[in-house]
């Protein structure tokens, strides 16, 4: 997952208090651009603004947004000057909704005017901008409302009766007397990494992934990441992207990190996953085509579909079939001091706890929806997400601090899954469908809908 609710507050605050006092004392004009490019349209008497002057109004909107709603802003690697006056010229909340406002009737002008993926991404982009800024003030949507605005996705109704089938096949694998979530806890708790391997396990898990994904795309010489291991998040892994193709990967450890999530996050975060996937959003659509649009990346945004289901779906492709169990076994087991004949049975357990991945969905939309409370979303968490009443709580705590953006990491798999299935044909091969769907600008209609 993706997170900057800390980091943009960070760099802005750093932007803006690293200045000289010279610096300080010049005079800087409010940042207006989705009203400027309003007006611009209404001199130009109808005519569009050209996309290269919309994406900056958006960056710098996407910025001023940030200011209100910290968690907004996942990464910004654009101008210092933009950052710097969005905090020094902040302006009320009401005066930027009117400019996202102003700004998508000038986005949607122009794509409807000369139509293009690419401004059709930002038209998508700049919605989400305004569903956003609608929650930001405490005024929130129905579940799947906020997510068809945010993510341009909505998620299926589901059956409870399949959850309870995949219960039923994870109680045969784990047979007795104590409840299902605590045999399933205390069987993956075995196989936790005690906290003087989790370096050495993780720094093997993520050459692996990497050397994987190398073998198949060009990624610049200087790309690169640094590892830190963090505590009290709502999340269990973040990708920090910093630009410049570097990334800060965080791997939380306020639970006993089992050894499987070392490959899960290895892939997840960093490659092909997030890492890899920002570093071609730099390279191809920011330095390559000039889309400054791409030097922000707004979470809560259409973007996040791609970005958490290609990190999902990256696993099994950089580990097809019995790969990955196989390296856990024959490498990271030994390594972590665990026996590698549990390597099968978790492998087994982890194939069947998958059917169970949609019921946090399930759980999101009733609990925000008010139709269970706090208590019972932590209850069907431990039922459904197989986890213990610690671990089920974070996963509330998740969802109370991000809302929708749960679907982003099942519904968003599914979707870049059947991608790639249906392109993956003649001599292109999945890795190759991949890397176009992480180059092209697409929301999660598109996926679905695109050959």
């Known amino acids: 997952m993706k997170y900057f609710a800390a980091a943009i507050a960070c760099?802005?605050?750093a932007a803006c208090g690293g200045e000289t006092d010279e610096t300080q004392s010049q005079e800087i004009s409010v940042v207006s651009p989705a009203r400027d490019a309003a007006d611009n349209v209404v001199e130009n008497e109808g005519a569009s603004v050209p996309l290269d002057?919309?994406?900056?109004?958006?960056?710098?909107?996407?910025?001023?947004?940030?200011?209100h709603d910290p968690a907004f802003v996942d990464a910004y690697h654009g101008p210092k000057e933009w950052a710097d006056a969005a905090v020094r010229e902040a302006r009320p909340i009401e005066e930027v909704a009117a400019d996202a406002q102003a700004l998508l009737i000038s986005v949607s002008r122009a794509n409807a005017d000369t139509p293009s993926l690419r401004g059709a991404m930002l038209e998508k982009l700049v919605r989400a901008s305004v569903a956003r800024i609608q929650i930001a003030q405490g005024n929130f949507y129905p579940f799947?409302?906020?997510t068809r605005l945010l993510y341009d996705a909505v998620a299926p109704q589901y059956d409870v009766g399949e959850f309870y089938v995949a219960l039923a096949e994870i109680s045969a694998l784990l047979p007795?007397?104590?409840?299902?979530?605590?045999?399933?806890?205390?069987?993956?708790?075995?196989?936790?990494?005690?906290e003087d391997k989790l370096l050495t396990v993780f720094n093997a898990a993520i050459a692996e992934c990497r050397k994987r994904t190398l073998a198949h795309y060009d990624l610049p010489d200087n790309e690169r990441f640094r590892l830190e291991f963090v505590t009290d998040q709502p999340w269990s892994g973040y990708n920090w992207y910093q630009g410049d193709y570097e990334s800060l990967i965080q791997v939380n450890t306020d639970f006993p990190t089992i050894i499987d999530r070392a490959v899960d996050l290895g892939c997840h975060e960093g490659y092909p996953g997030h890492h890899t996937w920002n570093v071609m959003l730099e390279r191809d659509f920011l330095n390559g085509n000039g889309w400054v649009e791409?030097?922000?990346?707004?979470?809560?945004?259409?973007?996040?579909?791609?970005?958490?289901?290609s990190a999902n779906y990256g696993i099994e492709l950089a580990f097809p079939g019995d790969e990955k169990i196989i390296f856990e076994r024959d490498v990271?087991?030994?390594?972590?001091?665990?026996?590698?004949?549990?390597?099968?049975?978790?492998?087994?357990?982890?194939?069947?706890?998958?059917?169970?991945?949609?019921?946090?969905?399930?759980?999101?939309?009733?609990?925000l929806d008010g139709d269970i409370d706090r208590e019972k979303a932590i209850q069907m968490s431990m039922e459904f997400g197989l986890q213990s009443r610690?671990?089920?709580?974070?996963?509330?705590r998740f969802i109370d601090t991000y809302r929708g953006y749960v679907i982003n990491y099942n519904i968003g798999r599914d979707l870049v899954e059947d991608y790639v299935r249906r392109n993956a044909v003649g001599d292109q091969d999945r890795w190759g469908a991949f890397r176009t769907l992480l180059t092209t600008p697409l929301a999660a209609s598109d996926i679905k809908a695109s050959p």
Not at 178 to 192: I, Q, W, Y
């Open 390 to 396: 610690e671990r089920a709580e974070q996963g509330v």
């Open 144 to 146: 799947d409302e906020e």
């Open 53 to 67: 002057d919309l994406a900056e109004a958006f960056v710098k909107l996407t910025l001023a947004i940030g200011v």
């Open 332 to 367: 990271l087991f030994p390594l972590a001091g665990l026996n590698p004949e549990d390597a099968e049975k978790l492998d087994r357990l982890n194939k069947a706890r998958r059917k169970l991945s949609h019921s946090r969905n399930h759980i999101a939309r009733a609990y």
């Open 176 to 194: 007795g007397d104590a409840p299902l979530h605590e045999r399933v806890d205390a069987f993956r708790s075995s196989l936790a990494i005690s």
């Open 294 to 309: 791409y030097s922000v990346y707004p979470l809560f945004a259409p973007l996040s579909v791609t970005a958490e289901g």
């Open 11 to 13: 760099f802005l605050l």
